[in-house]
């Protein structure tokens, strides 16, 4: 009777038996057969009882790593914990790259979802052959081995912050210990390879229980809300792989019980983002290919008006401050999703769908880089010429005299040139088209081609969706033979001579890249779409940015802003 009290009041997870606790009295466990007279003595006031999980197994466990959980994932941490001292072990999974592990409960139902730092794909003890050392470039340049737990855990600690609108499963951080872990390495990847069992850093993601993918679907079955709250996400973060694999789709008409019917006109799947190891890069590399929902007809959808306040609502720089506190995430790979999310939001302010937005961001040619890529690349550029008054001079030292325009990369911009040691204001921001007015013009030609006929009739949408996935597939196998090559950081300034420019990124140089590229981005849209103000738009017309104030910005209203908000030269 004392044992259940104690699995009731102390809300132990939901397996723990009687026989899983130890009673203790005076250093002496209590038999569950004898009763509680039978130690204590008459004569005595103090009974003081002490209780312990029966432990089969002491080499494993599984411990919280520092960051802040919530109940409901502690609860499924608890329950991992006692099934791994009932001898219930790990399963690795079938599939993927890196080492990734089923965590059951005492009911032997998976739960959770492990991944190692030190099993992730050219990590030390990665179980499927592909060793490496930690912090080396992976299959895709940005993300580095060894940082993919710390993304599972940013993808779920952004969406949260917001209420968790974007459906990413519940993540955190932990520590795990198990035999049936991958624990031994080559000495050429690791220092003080120790023998034995280790404690593992790894993210833990809470099990979803669906069987099937997105790649399973027509898409013109998925809602629209869903797509688009997962293109916000991937658009957010500068996903690099939304591969039809990591879309679950859950059946609710599956799960609704005694017999209940969906309400007239709900939707019947919901999508469920997983796998976010590759977000959060330094080379925005992303293609089209990458993102399975760019041709999807949902994201030519205007978005809706609780899309748009989702969108209006995110803070990036206090996102990114956010991630800083909690998680090892470098500099510049925060300064990506604090760029992405200015670009989300002015594009949606500008009455953008999905889908125009997601062409500034992605590579149309896999060599090629992307629009969003060249403004960023221009606005370093430009910040560094207004805030380095000795550019030439230190360049000079280096023994060559600095151009940073003849880069092999050529930008299609609308800010003009600025002197070495000039401020950079918003009167330069004028016309730059006529020099590249031929590559725009086909770049946009090649934007606007007619989509796949998904909507017309049902065999058309079936046909269709047959060819995208053909496609796909087609695609993914590009990626995958495609020889891994090294691409340095968006975020290295280089001279013409392709060698590394240093300088420092201080308070002054943020301000300046922010207030450029946000002013880069209007213009670019204006360019590139002159009618933005007759496209569908479900906002109000009067929303404003947490950091407009801080990046000198303001809303578009009308064609003429960049005339009117131009400050005079002091």
Known sequence: MVKRLLIKKLHLPSGTGVSDLRILYKGVELPNYRTMETYMGKGENDHRLFWSMRESNPSAGIRRAGIKTTTHMQSIINEIALSLKNNIKPKLTMDGTGGTYMMYNKQRVCCAVFKPIDEEAFAPCNPRGYEGKLNQQGFRSGVLSGEGASREVAAYLLDSAYGGACGVPDTTMVEASHPAFHNSC?????????????????SLQEFIDCKESSGNYNPSLFPVTDVHRIGILDLRVVNLDRNDGNILVMDLRQRSHDGQTLPSGAPRYKLIPIDHGLILPDVVDVADMDLVWFD?????????????????????????????????????????MRVSVRLLQIGALMHLNLKQIARIVCRSDMDTPSDLETMIKKAVEQAYKATEATSVISTRRLGATMDLFSHSVRFESCVDDTEPGERADESQFADDSSSSESSVASSHEAYSTPQDELSSSSNTVHTASHELKYRDIVRTTYRRRRPVEEERSIWVLEDAKGRPIHFDWDDQFDRTFYSLVVRMFTCYIQQHHPNWNSYPYNGDGDERFTWAARNNFTPPHTDRWLQSSRPQRG
């Open 186 to 202: 080559d000495e050429k990847f690791i220092k003080d390879v120790g023998s034995g069992l280790k404690w593992k850093s790894g």
């Open 296 to 336: 999807w007809p949902q994201t030519e959808i205007p978005f809706a008006k609780n899309e748009l306040k989702l969108i209006f609502a995110y803070d990036p720089d206090k996102d990114a401050e956010r991630l800083r506190k909690r998680l090892l995430i470098r500099p510049e790979c925060l300064r990506t």
